[in-house]
């Protein structure tokens, strides 16, 4: 299994990112998709994901109406477009796949992490 994220990188605040993340190796319809981050200094927090039947999404309340999780299963690519960026926005994000039940905020429950890509936002 792989998770290969892009789209990171410098924008002022303010701006627009959209990060994406494909799938490889495993029957992605079948698997919750998410985002975490991590910040310099601080630990891995959750950021968005999809519930396990794809039905509902969950944001964290730092990013609720600014970031929306989407996800194209033909192409085997979640997304996180990025609207009204901060500078606390500035992190490391992950892509992550689970099939296990429990919370979509719990990274315990994720089987399948990406390599992260790197979002800097300037003030």
């Known amino acids: 299994v792989q998770l290969q994220a892009s789209g990171g990188g410098l924008v002022q605040a303010g701006g627009s990112l959209r990060l994406s993340c494909a799938a490889s190796?495993?029957?992605?319809?079948?698997?919750?998709m998410g985002w975490f981050r991590q910040a310099p200094g601080k630990e891995r927090e959750f950021v968005a994901a999809f519930s396990l039947s794809g039905s509902t999404t969950y944001y964290a309340d730092s990013v609720k109406g600014r970031f929306t999780i989407s996800r194209d299963n033909a192409k085997n690519t979640v997304y996180l477009q990025m609207n009204s960026l901060k500078p606390e926005d500035t992190a490391v994000y992950y892509c992550?796949?689970?099939?296990?039940?429990?919370?979509?905020?719990?990274?315990?429950?994720?089987?399948?992490w990406g390599q992260g890509t790197l979002v800097t936002v300037s003030s």
């Open positions: 992550a796949a689970r099939r296990n039940g429990g919370s979509s905020s719990d990274e315990r429950n994720y089987a399948y």
């Open positions: 190796g495993l029957t992605f319809r079948t698997y919750a």
